[in-house]
């Protein structure tokens, strides 16, 4: 699985769209991007996937660049309690569901 | 509602001593996972199961094991617990392919 890069923290305004980046330069034909999130002590929570259509749900939308080098998440309307780390990952659907793990984005939200 | 639920959320035991941590899912997955996540990092993979009696081993498997005699639980035992093995353990369960995991709320494990 390819691999990604993130950058280490960001901070966004309360009521403000975070936009958080992630590079997966190496990224292959049939692996996907997923976003997950963990909230401080909690077990990681799905946001959205995607393969190269822009995605969007509840939570959030996904851009995809067309190359499929980068995307970014989106967080419409951010609360203080998307303050989190947010993890990018590609994988390839069809294997298994070993997802590699990066150390994420710290986002802050501030009031 | 469907869960997965972890026991126990934390345990303290000594160096040498066997150590099982319980996951539990009523989703009716086929898949499940342990991950351990050490102070900030993002998770490694320690076991995982595709269905009853089936167990892998994954990035960090050494000193861990699992075993799978149903759909619904995959308990993790450390054989002789290590100060190394001090970390968060997230179980994990999903049905396959595309589908979203969903994870537990961890068991913080401090080996002294």
């Known amino acids: 699985d390819a691999k990604t890069t993130q950058p280490p923290s960001m901070d966004c305004a309360e009521g403000r769209a975070a936009n958080l980046p992630c590079n997966h330069s190496?990224?292959?034909?049939?692996?996907?991007v997923y976003w997950y999130r963990q909230i401080h002590s909690q077990g990681p929570q799905y946001i959205i996937h995607g393969l190269k259509n822009n995605e969007t749900n509840e939570m959030a939308s996904l851009i995809i660049t067309e190359d499929r080098k980068s995307s970014t998440l989106i967080l419409p309307h951010a609360t203080l309690r998307d303050t989190a780390v947010y993890y990018c990952i590609v994988r390839v659907i069809v294997s298994n569901y070993q997802l590699i793990w990066g150390a994420g984005t710290k986002l802050i939200i501030k009031p | 509602d469907a869960e997965i639920t972890q026991s126990p959320r934390h345990k303290i035991t000594e160096t040498g001593r066997q150590v099982t941590l319980a996951c539990h899912q009523t989703?009716?997955?086929?898949?499940m996972f342990w991950y351990r996540q050490d102070l900030g990092h993002g998770l490694r993979l320690i076991h995982y199961?595709?269905?009853?009696?089936?167990?892998n081993k994954g990035e960090v498997s050494d000193g861990y094991s699992v075993s799978r005699s149903n759909t619904e639980d995959l308990p993790l035992t450390l054989e002789s617990a290590a100060s190394s093995q001090t970390s968060v353990y997230f179980c994990a369960s999903n049905q396959g392919g595309s589908t979203e995991a969903f994870f537990g709320q961890g068991t913080r494990l401090t080996v002294v």
């Open positions: 989703w009716n997955h086929n898949n």
């Open positions: 190496t990224i292959s034909g049939n692996e996907y």
């Open positions: 199961s595709y269905g009853v009696q089936d167990t």
